[in-house]
Every structure is written in C-alpha cells, then in structure tokens.
C-alpha cells in the first residue's frame, strides 16, 4: 500500500481520535484510533528504527505530522 492510502486514512480518522465525545479517556472507541493513529505515524516516520534519533518515542508525531503538512 502506498503512504498516501496511510494519509488519507489518517485525515478520516484523526478527527474522532483526537475529540473524543466523552470525557476524558471514556471514549474507549476514541482512544483505541488514538492509538492506532500514533503507531502509524510512528512508523510511517521510521522511529521503529533503531538508528532514528527519536527511536521508541512517540512524542511530537502529531505536531510533526501538522508541521509537515499533513506528511511525514
């Protein structure tokens, strides 16, 4: 599959994953696409290798993925 199917499912998902509809993590649903949409990004930036600087961390994916464009 190519990245841009990856980048079209992230823009359909990243709306209910990201405002979920019930407080806090209660939205069970919500958080499962966070979850999904995070470990996506993750490897679509390559940080399951373990020469990437940022190997096994999370953090700022999505504000990468926003800088970039919609892309990483």
Do not use: C
Request: proline share 6%.
């Amino acid at each position: 599959m190519s990245s841009s199917y990856f980048h079209d499912w992230i823009s359909d998902i990243a709306p209910q994953a990201m405002q979920p509809v019930l407080p806090e993590a209660q939205d069970t649903e919500a958080m499962m696409d966070r979850v999904i949409l995070l470990e996506l990004l993750y490897h679509l930036d390559k940080r399951h290798d373990q020469r990437h600087p940022q190997h096994n961390t999370y953090t700022g994916l999505w504000e990468k993925f926003h800088e970039n464009g919609n892309h990483l």
